[in-house]
């Protein structure tokens, strides 16, 4: 049976604000070994374009991909190579992602989520709606805070979640990136820390990290009085790993349009890499982890 190819999908405006992303999107490329599908997506023709100027609408699509083109072959240097597909669409590019993200073949969806108003650029709101409902993880970078390789992966974890589907892909990222693995679990209680469960279920964790021939460190983060998400945003700023990875919140399931309050406050509080995973099942979680 021939092997299904896996694609990282990176969504890039071709402008001065996309060529960090780009840059972003090609070092994970490089690293993971696969191929890179880099999408532009441009504004909808109106309902008259569409069904009376059809010729017009078309040549808008044949010039954006010009564009694309070009722009990528400028960062990249060279010839554009073959695992590196170009790809313009017209739309709303949230409904374009999402449609996207239920392809068994894609690992993941590569998203700017600086505060920017340029063309194409995501609003918070556009990319908690991403997040929330994406079949596939959401990888969300910053512009300006781009990282060059990955040596540290964190992941925070909770004693009432489920952290198998994380843990997968914290394994898998950090076997391609030879990278340690930091287990963040946080303390609410005003109790020994070596007496806690956190630490108990964090050593756990540790343990079948280690047989996985995996470097593995645990950091308990004292709460208290202070919000889960404000302790684990001070870590980030203070150790900087260059990826966190964490669970969208199971309210979503409810809303099923908003992530959780301490996801949307880590995606968007943290200027690192922050790649987060829905609770929907994917394909890919079977069939490529």
Not at 42 to 56: H, L, M, S
Request: net charge positive; charged share 25%; proline share 4%.
């Amino acid at each position: 049976m021939k092997q299904k190819e896996y694609s990282i999908l990176a969504l890039i405006s071709p402008n001065k604000e996309g060529e960090t992303v780009l840059k972003e999107a090609l070092y994970l490329q490089s690293t993971l070994q696969v191929k890179l599908v880099i999408l532009n997506v441009i504004k909808e023709p109106g309902f008259f374009e569409r069904n009376f100027q059809t010729e017009e609408s078309e040549a808008a699509i044949n010039d954006a991909k010009t564009e694309l083109t070009n722009f990528v072959k400028k960062v990249v240097g060279k010839k554009i190579p073959k695992d590196i597909v170009l790809s313009v669409r017209a739309g709303n590019p949230v409904n374009v992602l999402l449609e996207k993200s239920k392809a068994d073949r894609l690992e993941f969806i590569l998203v700017d989520k600086s505060s920017n108003t340029y063309p194409g650029a995501l609003s918070k709101d556009e990319i908690n709606e991403l997040v929330s409902l994406s079949r596939c993880p959401v990888l969300t970078v910053d512009k300006d805070f781009g990282v060059p390789e990955i040596k540290n992966i964190a992941i925070p974890i909770d004693i009432a979640q489920s952290t198998k589907k994380r843990l997968l892909w914290a394994k898998f990222l950090a076997k391609k990136h030879q990278a340690k693995i930091t287990i963040l679990s946080t303390l609410k209680a005003d109790i020994d820390v070596n007496k806690s469960l956190a630490l108990k279920n964090a050593r756990k964790i540790q343990q079948s990290l280690w047989e996985h021939d995996l470097e593995c460190d645990i950091k308990i983060l004292k709460v208290y009085n202070q919000e889960s998400h404000q302790v684990i945003l001070d870590y980030m700023k203070e150790e900087k790993p260059e990826l966190l990875i964490i669970r969208t919140h199971q309210e979503s399931i409810f809303s099923n349009t908003n992530i959780g309050k301490f996801a949307a406050e880590i995606v968007h509080g943290s200027k690192l890499p922050v790649f987060a995973v829905n609770y929907t099942p994917n394909p890919v979680d079977s069939l490529f982890l």
